[in-house]
């Protein structure tokens, strides 16, 4: 059991949650893991784009229950729990660079939350979705709730939290979870196609507006200095070769600066 990384020359990084036996169902090993591998793509300028992704034809099926007489016996370590554990996952919330999640088969509770943090999702059409947590007695915390519902909304949300069902793609789609549904047998290709087109865009850009958009979730004024930055980009190398390949009818090579 393991959380593994792969690099592409292209700036493409796949962060595989590679569990298969338990549908990769994370261990706090696991979560720490996860954490690590995720601040190290953060500051590495390289990455372009990062792929979510699970072993075995499954995404994710959350937390492994078994490790919760262990892990969550009562309300104080099951706090102390979420903390080192959402810790770790606000690590992928917050990544600078463009997420996909790359979702095949089971993608339920703390899986379910994982996708919901990437900036796309696609998925295969025989994927499954849920949080069916109420089915073992167990609550949701404020903090995955609020993600949740920056996601789906509030009635969304309380539908899939209330009933407990496990769901198919074309419900997750139409409740605005997934990004695209495509054919099973076309889930990675799909995915890989999409990062690697974000892959070959200006990587500045790309960071600015999923920043521009976290701050516009937020709901909060903008400080004139973050206005400002809306216009950074026409000072970036980036920027020139963009537009003296546009008047070139080439193809522009970006660099990050």
Partial sequence: MSIDLAREPDGVATVLMNRPA???AFTLDMYRDFGRI???LDADDAVRCVVLRGAGGAFCAGSDIGGFADDRDGPAQAAEYAAFTLAMTDRLKHLRHPTLACIEGVCVGGGLELAAMCDIRIAGRGSRYGIPVNRIGLTVDHQELADLIAVIGATHALEILL????FGAEEAMAKGLLSRVVDDEQVVDQAYAAARRI???APLVNRWHKRFVGQLRAGQALTDAERR?????FGTEDYRRGREAFARKQVPEFTGR
Avoid: D, F, S
């Fill in 163 to 166: 009933e407990g069902h496990v």
């Fill in 22 to 24: 338990k549908r990769n």
């Fill in 199 to 201: 892959a070959a865009a």
């Fill in 229 to 233: 930055e809306a216009y950074a980009c």
């Fill in 38 to 40: 995720m601040g190290e």
